[in-house]
């Protein structure tokens, strides 16, 4: 399941229960130097399994 398939209203009550696995780590790192300021920088796009549980609200009758 994807955090996107979890309809928008019920988005904030998402209760991240654990990652369960790391599928992809990209990425990089740099370090810029601008008025003798070290100014460290990142890129990282990162895939995770996970598990988790959202307040569902309740089912209305027609």
């Known amino acids: 399941m994807s955090i996107k398939s979890i309809p928008q209203q019920t988005a904030k009550d998402l209760k991240l229960k654990q990652t369960t696995k790391v599928e992809k780590v990209e990425g990089e790192a740099y370090v810029n130097v601008r008025k003798g300021k ?10 995770l399994g996970w598990a988790g549980e959202a307040k569902m609200p309740p089912a209305t009758r027609s």
């Not at 070290?38 to 895939?47: K, Q, V």
């Open 38 to 47: 070290i100014i460290p920088s990142y890129e990282i796009s990162l895939t």
